[in-house]
């Protein structure tokens, strides 16, 4: 009991040590639990988010976590959990034990962390004991700060970045298991306190929360230098308006001698029925694109297939610039593409979300929950969530403009160049 109060004690610490003043920050609307329910219905939810996890989550067997131990210490957490903001905290330190960017609740506090990658600006992780930032979001406030690809953070707020990993570690993982979890976790921080770090040159960086914005368009598309058509899709791959915003891209760049779709800003992912619309543009014959394993499939197995669509084929060659907030949906459509072989995927990793998620809700006080239930694979059997693009871009030691979408344009021109 003692370890698991310690844990949210010092997580909510952790993240509470991010702020220097709260007054100028805007807070956003929070959606809120229908019911606390009594003790009783609070530990019952306990037992059954226990199970549940125990029954469906597809991968438990990676977490190595005692769910029989997690029972014992959030039932004590759930009597004690008197205010709404409370009991999402507890779900939300029960969650954070697997370690596992697309097990989220569907609402939380105003003192909850951000969600990650929809909610962060930052991506980095732990090289050798020491914080490196991997990728920094365009237009932030961690960008408008000055934080870049390479920099090394040696303090969250006044604490030292391994000590504050250390101390937000939930009690049923290690930091050496989820280190890299807990350190994105971190400098996402919460909706509404300033976030202080400190580089490795002395250098102190004060930035807001991060608060994502909404593109008006569904879809942006224009033209490069070269005759290339560049299509970017606007974190909007669950909506059906997509689809024909991007038919209208297609049609308005067709001829082009090369397209690049722009797949770096989908964190919220989407659904295959706007994606598989899309792929269709780029086949002239069916094909499977992702492979799902799980017990709800016969067999086991079942590929996801896409058909021709459109009143023509993107013949031109393609690539496809990913990167740490191309999330879930955003990783299908890249990984379907290469497996179709229409494609070249060019960046840096992707979010690495891991499978298909079902949303679920706690029975008695019905909060909400996402929980992947099946695995997703590539064609040629690489996990979704380990998929690296053909052009690896480290963004730690390319600078410029926009690396990513150079080195894309480089390769079309080189491929036009080497044509007969």
Do not use: C
């Not at 009991?1 to 709260?22: D, E, P, Y």
């Not at 210490?73 to 960017?101: G, K, M, P």
């Not at 970017?232 to 038919?247: H, K, P, Q």
């Amino acid at each position: 009991m003692h370890k698991l109060n310690s844990f949210i004690f010092r997580f909510r610490v952790i993240i509470g040590v991010l702020a220097l003043t709260m007054s100028a920050i805007p807070k956003p609307a929070v959606a809120q639990p229908a019911s606390m329910g009594t003790v009783e219905e609070r530990v019952a939810d306990i037992d059954w988010l226990i199970d549940t996890i125990a029954s469906r989550y597809a991968y438990l067997d990676e977490e190595q976590v005692d769910l029989e131990a997690m029972r014992v210490l959030y039932r004590q957490e759930a009597i004690f959990a008197t205010t709404r903001n409370s009991w999402l905290h507890v779900l939300e330190d029960l969650l954070a034990n697997l370690h596992d960017h697309h097990v989220n609740l569907n609402q939380n506090a105003r003192s909850s962390s951000q969600l990650v990658p929809s909610g962060t600006d930052i991506w980095a992780r732990i090289v050798d004991n020491h914080a490196i930032v991997t990728e920094v979001l365009p237009k932030s406030p961690a960008a408008e700060a000055g934080l870049q690809a390479g920099d090394e953070i040696v303090a969250i707020g006044d604490t030292p970045t391994m000590i504050a990993i250390a101390a937000a570690t939930p009690p049923a993982t290690t930091p050496d298991h989820a280190g890299d979890y807990i350190l994105r976790v971190l400098l996402a921080g919460d909706h509404e306190r300033v976030r202080v770090l400190t580089l490795a040159d002395g250098h102190r960086i004060v930035m807001p929360p991060y608060v994502r914005s909404s593109s008006p368009e569904m879809i942006n598309w224009r033209w490069l230098d070269g005759n290339i058509g560049y299509i970017r899709i606007e974190n909007s791959l669950g909506a059906d308006d997509t689809v024909a915003a991007f038919d209208t891209a297609v049609e308005e760049l067709h001829g082009a001698n090369g397209l690049v779709l722009d797949l770096r800003f989908t964190p919220n992912g989407g659904n295959t029925g706007v994606a598989i619309p899309i792929l269709g543009r780029f086949v002239s014959q069916s094909g499977a694109y992702q492979r799902y394993e799980g017990e709800q499939f016969e067999g086991g197995v079942e590929l996801d297939t896409v058909n021709p669509r459109g009143p023509f084929t993107i013949t031109a060659p393609v690539v496809v610039l990913v990167g740490h907030w191309t999330g879930s949906m955003g990783e299908g459509m890249a990984i379907g593409l290469d497996a179709l072989e229409r494609a070249t995927t060019i960046g840096t990793p992707m979010a690495g979300l891991r499978g298909g998620i079902k949303g679920f809700a706690l029975p008695n006080t019905g909060v909400g929950f996402g929980l992947p239930v099946f695995r997703i694979f590539h064609i040629n059997g690489t996990p979704r969530e380990a998929f690296d693009p053909s052009v690896l871009v480290d963004l730690t030691m390319e600078h410029g403009a926009d690396p990513v979408l150079a080195a894309g344009v480089e390769y079309l021109h080189q491929r036009e160049a080497d044509l007969p």
